[in-house]
Nanobody, 118 residues
Framework: HVQLVESGGGSVQAGGSLRLSCAAS????????MGWFRQAPGQKRERVADIDSGGKTSYGVSVLGRFTISRANADNTLYLQLNSPKTDDTAMYYC?????????????WGQGTQVTVS
């Protein structure tokens, strides 16, 4: 049973920094794709960043150069370092994992952690 538990959210001042963590358990193997998404009230869910098992990263345009995604494969933990956040970065942040098993694609989401930038 795959579980994703985010932590590290909270209030931060614009220009400060914050680090989010996501602990993944129950994964069938470590070769999974992981990512962060966010959703502000009244807005669609937006991809923030993602990373493959080899460490290749990709970022949404709005966070490029400010946020850094990383992962520790040894314990299946995903991180998102938020540097110089802006008020527009205020949202619920979700961790996600996807992997393939044969022809099937599995996607799992965490419960989210709130980030408020003021």
């Amino acid at each position: 049973h795959v579980q994703l538990v985010e932590s590290g959210g909270g209030s931060v001042q614009a220009g400060g920094s914050l680090r989010l963590s996501c602990a993944a358990s129950g994964l069938p193997y470590s070769d999974v794709h992981m990512g962060w998404f966010r959703q502000a009230p009244g807005q669609k869910r937006e991809r923030v960043a993602d990373i493959d098992s080899g460490g290749k990263t990709s970022y949404g345009v709005s966070v490029l150069g400010r946020f850094t995604i990383s992962r520790a494969n040894a314990d299946n933990t995903l991180y998102l370092q938020l540097n110089s956040p802006k008020t527009d970065d205020t949202a619920m942040y979700y961790c996600a994992v996807n992997y393939y098993s044969g022809s099937w694609c599995f996607v799992y989401w965490g419960q989210g952690t709130q980030v408020t930038v003021s």
